[in-house]
């Protein structure tokens, strides 16, 4: 099993959609977690970190939930710029955990 | 100010042969990370540096090797290339330890 698993989609929606996604995590250990997104052949791009009190980033939401050992993220609005691939992150003592990334691709 | 630098872009090797894949840090940042990821799948962890020692290591066999240097750059060496090391090699660069990681573009690696 690994230890961070995403849904991998694809998730094909229209522009103004709302879009969510989850993610869990098998080591209750893990201190912190974020979100990157990953552009086709490019590198990951910090998106958010993701706080046990949930967070918001514009039209980016990032929720946490402990006990269940999950991450979401919620996207309003969907833009097109938002097609990318979302990759989970749950961090243990410099351990960096990736999942294998969902992909979102919103169309007109 | 600029950000994560890696070099070569891309690279091209065969099976047996070795290859230094280097990173260059976002000023003022003291760690150094690296990652592979293949194809369809998330960056996987190998090594994190931070103040020219060894940090973090990820389940990747003893080919695998890096150091940090005193202005924080970095190596990733790799010896004895087998087919399954294709792959593109991210580095990341930190302020510290537990700190938000920044990614360079990544070297993609083939071998043939």
């Known amino acids: 099993r690994k230890e961070v698993e995403q849904d991998p989609g694809p998730f094909n929606v229209p522009e103004g959609a709302t879009v969510a996604f989850n993610c869990t995590y098998s080591?209750?250990?893990?201190?912190?977690f974020f979100w990157y997104r990953q552009d086709c052949r490019k590198e990951p791009k910090l998106l958010m970190s993701v706080y046990s009190s949930g967070n918001e980033d514009g039209r980016f939401t990032a929720q946490l939930n402990r006990a269940s050992q999950y991450i979401s993220l919620l996207i309003r609005d969907s833009k097109l710029s938002d097609s990318a691939t979302y990759l989970c992150?749950?961090?243990?003592?410099?351990?960096?955990?990736f999942g294998a990334g969902t992909r979102l691709t919103v169309k007109p | 100010d600029a950000g994560v630098t890696q070099s070569p872009t891309h690279l091209i090797k065969t099976r047996g042969q070795q290859v230094t894949l280097r990173c260059s840090p976002i000023s003022g940042h003291k760690s150094v990370s690296w990652y592979q990821q293949v194809l369809g799948q998330g960056p996987q962890f190998i090594f994190q540096?931070?103040?020219?020692?060894?940090?973090g290591r990820g389940n990747f066999p003893d080919r695998f090797s890096a150091r940090q240097f005193p202005n924080y750059s970095s190596e990733l060496n790799v010896n004895a290339l087998l087919l399954g090391d294709s792959a593109l090699y991210l580095c990341?660069?930190?302020?510290?330890?537990?700190?938000?990681?920044?990614f360079g573009p990544g070297t993609r690696l083939l071998v043939l």
């Open positions: 080591n209750s250990a893990s201190q912190s």
């Open positions: 992150v749950a961090n243990n003592n410099n351990d960096m955990r």
């Open positions: 990341a660069s930190s302020l510290g330890l537990q700190e938000t990681q920044y």
């Open positions: 540096y931070y103040e020219k020692e060894e940090r």
